[in-house]
């Protein structure tokens, strides 16, 4: 079983709807929780950051994170094509210093 | 901005090659990595680099190795290339004890191996 679980998708949905992606996993260590996004042809970026749980807005974006289900989610309001993208999951704990945990990262598509 | 610049974006060797990768980070972050990318597979670590001359290994370091003689500079290097290190590898930097964990990745290199 993998330390970090995400439904690679792809996942299709109409412009202005509610995207919600998700991870679970199983390292109950981890503390950091982070989404990128990497558009085609590009390296991942970060989106999202959060320590511990609790929720983060920012924009159309909010971050969640249960720690005790072991699951974060990200919700994309009003999507928009441009939020076209690969959408990767990472964590960390404090050990281990800067190594990350990645999810296996959703395709998403917004048809206009 | 920070910028991790990839000198090639595209490559394709013959098995058996030995292939250079090069990375360039241009904001005196301490850590690098290297990532290989799959379908499926997600971010797997390769190497990463805490300080100059400083490596550790990784989650699949079989068939690489890495060298960083500068801090600002991370090579990874694979031997003898063979088919299955066909895939897309990644870059990143980060800088220790600000925002633990976030990376600034480059664009990213696609080798082919036939």
């Known amino acids: 079983q993998k330390e970090v679980e995400q439904d690679p998708g792809p996942l299709s949905v109409p412009e202005g709807a509610i995207v919600s992606l998700n991870c679970t996993y199983s390292n109950s260590a981890f503390q950091y929780f982070m989404w990128y996004r990497q558009y085609s042809r590009k390296g991942p970026e970060l989106l999202m950051y959060?320590?511990?749980?609790g929720n983060k807005e920012d924009g159309r974006f909010t971050a969640q994170v249960d720690k005790s289900s072991k699951y974060i989610s990200l919700f994309i309001r009003d999507s928009q094509p441009s939020d076209s993208a690969t959408y990767l999951c990472a964590m960390k704990g404090i050990q281990g210093a800067q190594k990350l945990v990645f999810g296996q990262g959703t395709r998403l598509t917004i048809n206009p | 901005d920070v910028k991790v610049t990839q000198s090639s974006r595209y490559l394709v060797k013959r098995t058996g090659e030995k292939v250079f990768l090069e990375c360039v980070q241009d904001?005196?972050?301490?850590?690098m990595f290297w990532y290989r990318q799959d379908p499926g597979l997600g971010l797997r670590l390769i190497y990463f680099?805490?300080?100059?001359?400083?490596?550790e290994k990784g989650d699949i370091p079989e068939g690489y190795s890495v060298s960083r003689e500068k801090k600002e500079r991370f090579s990874l290097i694979l031997e003898s290339a063979s088919t299955n290190q066909t895939s897309m590898y990644l870059c990143?930097?980060?800088?220790?004890?600000?925002?633990?964990?976030?990376?600034?990745f480059g664009e990213g290199s696609r080798l082919t191996v036939l």
């Open positions: 959060t320590y511990s749980s």
């Open positions: 904001m005196d972050h301490e850590n």
């Open positions: 680099s805490y300080d100059v001359k400083m490596k």
């Open positions: 990143a930097s980060s800088r220790t004890g600000w925002k633990t964990g976030e990376l600034f």
